[in-house]
T-cell receptor, first 113, second 113 residues
Framework: DQQVKQNSPSLSVQEGRISILNCDYTNSMFDYFLWYKKYPAEGPTFLIS?????DKNEDGRFTVFLNKSAKHLSLHIVPSQPGDSAVYFC????????????FGSGTKLNVKP | DAGVTQSPTHLIKTRGQQVTLRCSPKSGHDTVSWYQQALGQGPQFIFQYYEEEERQRGNFPDRFSGHQFPNYSSELNVNALLLGDSALYLCASSTGQGNYEQYFGPGTRLTVT
């Protein structure tokens, strides 16, 4: 029962270009979505979030887009930097779930210098 | 301000044994969630503790149990270990006020042989 899916296990991008990471979900109760970044031997670090009442949220080089009708969200990183190389997890929750988050399987981003 | 801390960092156990993992939440947080992250997968929700009680539980057997202490720290216990329990166990803390912000610790790597 995978309610959050990241179908691309890996992505390779040239430094300075745009990185686009995708995430799909099936549960229409989800009303809050987050992206986490994870380096080896560390716990996931919060990156950016979006509420279901919005369709876009921007924070510096990071922008998350939400398409509720398609149950799809994406993370855009512009411009990509080598330090962005990490595993990115998409996560979703609902107010009724009290911070119980459902995670995707992650996308490993490699930004080449 | 210390973030979320977990101990031990690594642990090796034999099948059938029992293990206890520990977590101290970020200062000001009163809710602790535990996740299991198998290799190549995203974190899977085990359970969540709030006000010293288990508030929600994921799809994990009763061999997985926990506890929360008055100082909000928490323990995860796993009995009758199986090879499939080998994973990274992540603790996340948050406030119990419907706040979606959740901070993760570095995790405990459990290997069952």
């Amino acid at each position: 029962d995978q309610q959050v899916k990241q179908n691309s296990p890996s992505l390779s991008v040239q430094e300075g270009r745009i990185s686009i990471l995708n995430c799909d979900y099936t549960n229409s109760m989800f009303d809050y979505f987050l992206w986490y970044k994870k380096y080896p031997a560390e716990g996931p670090t919060f990156l950016i979030s979006i509420s279901s009442i919005k369709d876009k949220n921007e924070d510096g080089r990071f922008t998350v887009f939400l398409n509720k009708s398609a149950k799809h969200l994406s993370l855009h990183i512009v411009p990509s930097q080598p330090g962005d190389s990490a595993v990115y997890f998409c996560a979703a929750s609902a107010r009724e779930y009290f911070n119980k988050f459902y995670f995707g399987s992650g996308t490993k981003l490699n930004v080449k210098p | 301000d210390a973030g979320v801390t977990q101990s031990p960092t690594h642990l090796i156990k034999t099948r059938g044994q029992q293990v206890t993992l520990r977590c101290s939440p970020k200062s000001g947080h009163d809710t602790v969630s535990w996740y299991q992250q198998a290799l190549g997968q995203g974190p899977q929700f085990i359970f969540q503790y709030y006000e010293e009680e288990e508030r929600q539980r994921g799809n994990f057997p009763d061999r997985f149990s926990g506890h929360q202490f008055p100082n909000y720290s928490s323990e995860l216990n796993v009995n009758a270990l199986l090879l499939g329990d080998s994973a990274l166990y992540l603790c996340a803390s948050s406030t119990g006020q419907g706040n979606y912000e959740q901070y993760f610790g570095p995790g405990t790597r459990l290997t069952v042989t």
